[in-house]
Every structure is written in C-alpha cells, then in structure tokens.
C-alpha cells in the first residue's frame, strides 16, 4: 500500500529505478537532511537481521543522498577511499588506521546508506556503523508476513511476503520503542494495530495522533515486548484481539 503524505505532496514510485521520491528538507547554516524518512543506525552487533540486511548493501558512487547522512564535516571524506584499499588514503592514519566512509545503496528500497569506518592504528578497536533512512512504506505489493523485535540492534524490522527484509517504515520525529511507557511505545501500539487493520496491506509511517489500542499498548510497553522476537501476521491479530501473543 503505497504512502500518502497530509499535505499538497504526490510522490511517485518507478519500480523499474527505485523507490519513492526522496524530499529533501534544507535549512541554511544548518544543511540538508530528510523532510519525511526517520534517520536510522545501525551499530555493528551480532543480530542476525542486521547482517541480512547489511549483506545485500551495493556499494555506489557518493551522491547528495549520503551527504544528507553525513553533514558537511564529514561529506569530503565520502569520496576517499578506505585505507584497505588505498594506504595513502585522506582518510587512513599512519597507513593503517581509518576513519573512511563508504558509499551504498540498498537495492530492496534505493534508500541511501553509508557506513563508517573506525579502526585504530595496529587494529585494536576496529568497527563499522551504518547510517540510513527508514522506508516510508514497503514496496508495491509487499505484505507484511513477519515482525521483528532486535533488541542486539535495537531496531525494528518487517519481512515481507517475498522474504525481503525492511527496517519497519518510520516517520522523522515518530520513533518507536519497547517496555517503557511513551512516546515510541505509543506509536509502535498504533502501527501494529494499523498493520492488522489493513491485514497485513498497510505498513506506511504515520499513525493517527490518538490513544493506541490498550490491549497491543500495554504488551508493548511490558517486559515481555523488550526482547528480540519474531511475530508473524497471525499472532499480531491475536495480540490486537486478547492483549497476549500465542
Ligand atoms: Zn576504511
């Protein structure tokens, strides 16, 4: 199901090149960023999902996408190469240390990706963190068949019906959250209670600013919510019916 934006904005999807239109919001002295996809990280960790998803990242040439990710200070350094491939790069230290960014794209959703290089002189502390957008919808004719709680990457993700891996669509400034009481359990009670609605059709960001469903509202702001955990279409009906999930 595609995302319909409240104010006078069309966006339009190509299946052949990508994914929706990406608006850019821009204030000066500040620069550019996203106007509607929440910013996203993803820390190196041993979830699984995390590296599904990092795995299937085509590298690319920078673009004014990963610039938005990355601010001014750090834009140059998106055109050096890592000290890996290139000892004498800008961005290597002493030939062996890094402080690189490199470029990609994921091509599940064409949404922008750069990942971060960190690794000391010698290598004792090396890692890698991945700046990205959220989806603001799954793809045309996507159904949700799983939803994925990651507590090791602490990040939420959707597995569609063709077995594609999604970070869960979210809005700028909606971000959701487990086994607290606030703002990110609300809208995370009011997304799922929007999935199951929809059968499993409507995974667009953005929720209806009102109460959520009390009975998915008070799973997910428990302990039992804040773990990692895979619920399929089925058990959100029933967490959405009972309050539980099977
Ligand atoms: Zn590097």
């Given amino acids: 199901m595609p995302y319909h934006h409240e104010d006078d904005l069309h966006l339009t999807y190509n299946p052949s090149r990508g994914y929706w239109n990406f608006v850019l919001y821009i204030e000066p002295h500040i620069g550019p960023g996203s106007a509607i996809n929440a910013s996203e990280i993803i820390e190196e960790s041993t979830s699984p999902y995390a590296a599904e998803w990092i795995r299937r990242l085509t590298p690319c040439d920078p673009n004014a996408l990963h610039v938005t990710l990355v601010g001014k200070e750090d834009a140059p350094r998106l055109w050096d190469p890592c000290v890996y491939d290139n000892p004498d790069s800008p961005s290597a230290i002493a030939e062996d240390g890094c402080v690189c960014w490199q470029t990609f794209h994921d091509p599940a959703t064409w949404l922008p990706v750069v990942a971060h290089h960190y690794r000391t002189v010698g290598g004792n502390i090396e890692n890698w963190r991945r700046y990205t957008y959220a989806p603001i919808a799954l793809p045309d ?106």
């Fill in 141 to 246: 004719g996507e159904r949700l068949s799983e939803f994925i709680i990651d507590s090791k990457a602490r990040q939420f993700w959707v597995r569609g019906d063709s077995g594609n891996l999604y970070i869960l669509p979210q809005k700028e400034g909606a971000g959701y959250g487990v086994g607290y009481s606030g703002g990110g359990p609300h809208e995370l009670a009011r997304m799922i209670a929007k999935i199951v609605e929809s059968d499993g059709h409507d995974v667009t960001a953005g929720t209806p600013n009102d109460m959520p469903n009390q009975k998915i509202f008070s799973w997910v702001r428990s302990k039992a919510a804040d773990r990692t955990q895979r619920l399929t279409l089925e058990q959100l009906k029933t967490l959405h019916r009972t309050g539980f999930v099977p």
